[in-house]
Protein backbone atom coordinates (compact mmCIF):
# COMPACT_ATOMS: atom_id res chain seq x y z
CA UNK A 1 0.00 0.00 0.00
CA UNK A 2 1.35 3.64 -0.69
CA UNK A 3 0.81 6.35 1.25
CA UNK A 4 0.88 10.08 1.19
CA UNK A 5 1.23 12.88 3.29
CA UNK A 6 -1.48 16.00 2.96
CA UNK A 7 -0.31 19.29 3.26
CA UNK A 8 -1.70 22.04 4.81
CA UNK A 9 -3.48 23.55 1.67
CA UNK A 10 -5.03 19.56 1.66
CA UNK A 11 -2.90 17.85 -1.26
CA UNK A 12 -2.13 14.59 -1.70
CA UNK A 13 0.61 13.65 -4.63
CA UNK A 14 -0.30 10.04 -6.36
CA UNK A 15 2.52 7.71 -5.89
CA UNK A 16 4.11 7.41 -9.46
CA UNK A 17 3.34 3.97 -9.22
CA UNK A 18 -0.54 4.67 -9.38
CA UNK A 19 -0.72 7.23 -11.92
CA UNK A 20 1.69 5.25 -14.13
CA UNK A 21 -1.00 2.58 -13.65
CA UNK A 22 -4.12 4.10 -14.34
CA UNK A 23 -2.82 6.59 -16.82
CA UNK A 24 -2.82 9.49 -14.71
CA UNK A 25 -1.16 12.72 -16.39
CA UNK A 26 -1.25 16.19 -15.80
CA UNK A 27 -4.29 17.66 -16.40
CA UNK A 28 -6.30 14.69 -16.07
CA UNK A 29 -9.62 14.79 -14.11
CA UNK A 30 -10.22 12.82 -11.41
CA UNK A 31 -13.06 12.29 -9.13
CA UNK A 32 -13.23 11.71 -5.18
CA UNK A 33 -16.12 9.13 -3.92
CA UNK A 34 -16.35 8.79 -0.17
CA UNK A 35 -17.37 5.55 1.26
CA UNK A 36 -17.78 5.12 4.86
CA UNK A 37 -14.02 5.64 5.99
CA UNK A 38 -12.62 5.20 2.35
CA UNK A 39 -12.29 7.21 -0.10
CA UNK A 40 -12.18 6.21 -3.65
CA UNK A 41 -10.23 7.88 -6.50
CA UNK A 42 -11.26 7.86 -10.39
CA UNK A 43 -10.25 9.08 -13.40
CA UNK A 44 -12.51 10.64 -15.67
CA UNK A 45 -12.85 9.75 -19.11
CA UNK A 46 -13.16 13.62 -21.06
CA UNK A 47 -14.94 13.66 -23.98
CA UNK A 48 -16.16 15.70 -27.16
CA UNK A 49 -16.24 19.74 -26.38
CA UNK A 50 -14.26 19.19 -22.99
CA UNK A 51 -11.70 17.73 -24.20
CA UNK A 52 -11.35 20.07 -27.17
CA UNK A 53 -11.55 23.08 -24.35
CA UNK A 54 -8.71 21.32 -22.18
CA UNK A 55 -6.31 21.70 -25.30
CA UNK A 56 -7.42 25.48 -26.26
CA UNK A 57 -4.24 27.41 -26.50
CA UNK A 58 -1.71 25.66 -26.35
CA UNK A 59 -0.56 26.05 -29.41
CA UNK A 60 1.20 29.07 -30.42
CA UNK A 61 1.21 30.88 -33.87
CA UNK A 62 4.03 33.01 -35.62
CA UNK A 63 1.23 34.31 -38.00
CA UNK A 64 -0.53 37.22 -36.40
CA UNK A 65 -4.41 37.04 -35.35
CA UNK A 66 -7.03 37.77 -37.64
CA UNK A 67 -8.78 41.42 -38.24
CA UNK A 68 -12.06 41.18 -36.63
CA UNK A 69 -13.34 42.97 -39.98
CA UNK A 70 -11.63 40.60 -42.13
CA UNK A 71 -13.82 39.03 -45.36
CA UNK A 72 -12.37 35.89 -46.24
CA UNK A 73 -14.54 36.48 -49.35
CA UNK A 74 -12.11 39.12 -50.47
CA UNK A 75 -9.34 36.37 -51.23
CA UNK A 76 -11.76 35.09 -53.81
CA UNK A 77 -10.90 36.00 -57.52
CA UNK A 78 -13.94 37.72 -59.74
CA UNK A 79 -16.10 35.85 -61.59
CA UNK A 80 -15.13 32.71 -59.30
CA UNK A 81 -17.85 31.24 -56.62
Known amino acids: ?7 SKGQVTIPKAVRQRLGIREGSRVAFDVKGERVELRVLVVHGAEQNRSVFGMLRSKRSPVPADFDPASLLRPGRK
Open 1 to 7: MDAARVT
